[in-house]
């Protein structure tokens, strides 16, 4: 009986550094993905960056071009077309 509890018990330990093993691999996967999924957000970053700056700079460029006399630009959304109740949009 004892060298059954010596089988049993080894059984387990194999079992568990199977285990073991298995969740040290999935955490590597896992921490490759991020570091990849990082220097992609990095690079969108910095892309977006330069196009920030490149349109403040046109954004400065345009407020320095216009007139004083002009009126100031206010952005106003077309009107909204809306179809009477009852009534359908032809189909596209």
Same mark, same amino acid.
């Given at each position: !009986?004892?060298?059954?509890?010596? $089988? !049993?018990?080894?059984?387990? #330990?194999?079992?568990?550094?199977?285990?073991?093993?298995?969740?040290?691999? #999935?955490?590597?996967?896992?921490?490759?993905?991020?570091? *990849?999924?990082?220097?992609?957000?990095?690079?969108?970053?910095?892309?977006?960056?330069?196009?920030?700056?490149?349109? *403040?700079? *046109?954004?400065?460029?345009?407020?320095?071009? +216009? !007139? =004083? *006399?002009?009126?100031?630009? $206010?952005?106003?959304?077309?009107?909204?077309?809306? /179809?009477? /109740?009852?009534?359908?949009? =032809? =189909? +596209?």
């Amino acid at each position: !009986s004892t060298k059954a509890k010596v $089988r !049993s018990y080894s059984i387990v #330990v194999a079992i568990d550094n199977k285990v073991k093993q298995a969740m040290d691999l #999935v955490k590597s996967h896992l921490m490759y993905a991020v570091r *990849e999924e990082v220097e992609v957000l990095k690079e969108q970053i910095k892309e977006l960056i330069e196009k920030n700056s490149q349109l *403040e700079q *046109e954004n400065n460029l345009l407020k320095t071009l +216009a !007139s =004083p *006399e002009q009126p100031s630009c $206010r952005l106003v959304s077309p009107p909204a077309t809306t /179809q009477p /109740q009852g009534t359908r949009s =032809p =189909p +596209a």
